[in-house]
């Protein structure tokens, strides 16, 4: 390795992370140190005990597995074999800044809250001022200079082309900033890679394990008309159907469980009432000094005057009284739309809090993808050189991408409760 | 959040424009990219990927919609088909937004994705990479870094005087 190790972290997760100076200097910044205090899985840790894991440990966790695929795809792949070695490295360090720094602009309890950005705001488009206007981008111009020292002058590296590349994909400015995109935001990034492998350890349940070895000795860079871009050597198959189930499971199991969305709806309202305006400030200093112990802190100080604050200070959980499976069909999405609607004209709208949050978050649901979809991972089978798409070869991914939207209606008022439950049932009997 | 109305009645006026015309995801990609290239805002970010600009906002909407049965989508052959259901089909748009649909509609429905592609893909280079102010060879040179060999340079050059001729790009340096 040409990059000066200089400091080692120890991870549950990968065992030994390594780091230069001028890495650990990012790390060092305000910005980085947040993540320490925002939970990776929002209000998880009320179910699940163990998930109390941060951003932190996952930025750190995603910047290693960067490194470990870019040089696995370096082994397999001719197009970075033949480039000049710096270039190569350029890339690998480019790639390690992005994974490093892909979580800066998280909200506290980092999704739990996210429709309370300013409007037309995402975590990812705060996470670029993060990176370009705090002192995130003194470091990271500090250690580009320190690159082109080592490894050649046309070798920059500025916090604009990070968030540049990982924000809007740098196609254009040069034909391997889309595979490092890729990299990161595909169908099989390390990002998710991450999370699955961590929130799965943390939370004690072994739905998010899958073979990370198999995949990343898979990963091959495929000739699109001259250009490059990230694809699977078939024989990664089973590897990535089975990182599939993992995701498939750890939705179903830890990321909708229904106590953790109901937990995670109650933060979002006493978050609301906390908050002047009740939305995240515009400004990104007065963004990065709210992390979960300032927000905690501002709702215990509000008890007083707000239910949800209470709600969440006590860990308030209402009982589910209706819930459609993981796949809805029409049919069953209009049964479960048509008791709602006679729960609330018979015991009021305010008793209920509805979820339909799977609706509203598709973009982190496994679906079904086309061979010319910009997520679509392809598979090059390694005999035929023919190309395809893990959608189109993989049954078990077929069944597994049939949307999740489950949808669940929760009681507010436990006096009402077995009178709602009787209802519901009622329902269902005359619906068999 | 953004406020995405527009694009969802937008989605729905492109699905039900033409029966006959088989409406895939790249499809609504690209006509909507020209649309709000020509004022039609729908407060879509769009970025350029592999197969020409993009919008993550949008690919979602249109998952969005189709979860909750304002669309379906057949995935039953290699190219996902998009479909509304008929109480969909008369979204309102404003009057302004309504002109720059049909216009859009007039110069580009019909073509394939394919094709709106590569006209899409010269005209992000065009105006977003090089901020309106490269010349032919650079448009074309920077639109090849993307797209490698898989458009000639005809195909290319053509695509450029159709966005000239429509008004999308002007003052070629």
């Known amino acids: ?44 840790y009320q179910v699940y005990p163990g998930a109390e894991h941060t951003r932190f440990g996952h930025s750190l966790g995603v910047m290693h597995l960067t490194s470990r695929a870019f040089d696995a795809l370096s082994q397999r792949s001719r197009y970075l074999q033949e480039m000049n070695p710096n270039k190569r490295l350029w890339y690998r360090q480019i790639l390690r800044l992005i994974g490093l720094t892909h ?33 995130i981008a003194g470091c990271i111009r500090d250690l580009g200079r ?58 004690g349940v072994n739905y998010g394990k899958f073979d990370l070895e198999r995949l990343l ?173 893990i959608s189109d070869d993989s049954p078990v991914t077929q069944a597994l991408s049939n949307e999740i939207d489950v949808k669940r209606l929760y009681c507010k008022d436990k006096n009402i409760l077995e009178q709602v439950k009787e209802t519901v049932h009622e329902y269902y009997k005359m619906d068999d | 959040m953004k406020d995405l109305r527009t694009a969802s009645a937008v989605i729905e006026r492109i699905c039900a424009y033409d029966e006959s015309v088989q409406i895939g995801k790249i499809m609504l990609q690209k006509l909507m990219y020209l649309m709000q290239r020509k004022g039609l805002d729908m407060h879509l970010s769009y970025s350029i990927h592999y197969y020409g600009p993009y919008s993550s906002d949008l690919y979602d909407l249109i998952l969005m919609k189709n979860r909750l049965d304002e669309l379906t989508i057949d995935t039953s052959s290699r190219t996902h088909v998009i479909t509304i259901g008929p109480e969909a089909r008369n979204a309102e748009l404003e009057h302004d937004d309504q002109l720059v649909f049909d216009n859009i509609m007039r110069d580009f429905f019909g073509r394939t994705a394919l094709e709106l592609e590569g006209i899409t893909t010269v005209d992000y280079v065009a105006h977003a990479t090089l901020k309106n102010s490269g010349t032919r060879e650079e448009i074309i040179d920077r639109t090849k870094r993307i797209k490698g060999t898989k458009f000639s340079d005809a195909a290319l050059q053509s695509d450029l005087d159709l966005l000239i001729r429509t008004g999308f790009v002007s003052g070629l340096a």
Do not use: W
Request: hydrophobic letters at 35%; aromatic letters at 8%.
């Open chain 1, 1 to 44: 390795m040409a990059e000066t190790r200089t400091n080692r972290l120890r991870d549950p997760i990968h065992d030994y992370i390594e780091l230069t100076n001028e890495e650990t200097r990012i790390i060092d910044t305000a910005p980085f140190q947040r993540l320490r205090n925002i939970r990776q899985l929002g209000m998880t």
């Open chain 1, 103 to 135: 979580d800066l602009g998280h909200a506290p309890f980092s999704h739990a809250a996210e429709q309370l950005f300013p409007e037309g705001t995402s975590h990812e488009e705060i996470t670029e001022r993060i990176i370009n206007e705090t002192e």
């Open chain 1, 146 to 203: 320190s690159f082109q020292r080592t490894y050649g002058g046309d070798l920059g590296i500025e916090p604009e082309l990070i968030s540049e590349i990982y924000l809007r994909g740098g196609a254009g400015m040069d034909p391997m900033f889309p595979v490092l995109r890729a990299l990161m935001d595909g169908e099989l990034d390390c990002d998710k890679m991450d999370y699955l492998l961590r929130d799965s350890y943390y939370c």
């Open chain 1, 217 to 389: 000795t898979s990963l091959v860079i495929r000739d699109v008309h001259g250009v490059p871009k990230l694809a699977l050597d078939s024989g990664g198959t089973q590897a990535f159907e089975q990182f599939m189930v993992a995701r498939y499971h750890m939705f179903n199991n830890v990321y909708f469980h229904r106590t953790r969305r109901l937990l995670d709806m109650n933060l979002t309202e006493a978050i609301q009432h906390v908050l002047p305006g009740g939305r995240y400030p515009e400004d990104v200093h007065a963004f990065l000094a709210l992390d979960d112990v300032e927000i905690l802190a501002r709702v215990r100080s509000a008890l007083a005057d707000s239910e949800a604050c209470r709600g969440v200070a006590a860990r308030l959980v209402h009982t589910c009284v209706l819930e459609t499976t993981p796949h809805p069909n029409k049919d069953q999405k209009r049964l479960f739309h048509v008791i709602r609607n006679e729960l609330y004209k018979a015991f009021g709208r305010e008793k209920f809090m509805e979820d339909d949050s799977a609706t509203k978050m598709p973009h982190l649901i496994p679906t079904r993808t086309e061979i010319d979809d910009e997520q679509a991972l392809n598979i090059v089978n390694n005999r035929t050189g023919e190309v395809s798409t």
